[in-house]
């Protein structure tokens, strides 16, 4: 029989890593990245295949950002803002 697993281990942070943003566990990967995924559609077997994380890990995440939502919504608000201000300023440089 598998030992169980303490889901609280599954998600961490450090300053260091991510820029202190939660992520999986062991990995580089943030909750901020896995949000990102499911808000533009992609199911957990989705993201799972883009990455090499468990199901176990990426619903980890998932709760980790529901319960979270506002402060994640907001950082990836903030991410795309700030694409299309660097990307319409790289636009005005080339003409």
């Not at 999986?24 to 077997?45: D, F, K, M, Q, Y």
């Not at 883009?50 to 199901?55: C, H, P, V």
């Amino acid at each position: 029989m598998a030992s169980a697993v303490d889901i609280g281990t599954l998600i961490t942070q450090s300053p260091e890593i991510c820029g202190g943003r939660p992520r999986v566990s062991g990995t580089g990967v943030s909750v901020t990245r896995i949000a990102g995924w499911h808000r533009l559609g992609c199911n957990p077997e989705e993201i799972a295949r883009k990455t090499e994380l468990t199901l176990a890990q990426i619903h980890a995440a998932l709760a980790y950002y529901h319960a979270n939502q506002q402060t994640i919504d907001s950082d990836l608000d903030n991410e795309t803002s700030e694409y299309d201000r660097l990307a319409d300023e790289h636009r005005s440089q080339q003409h």
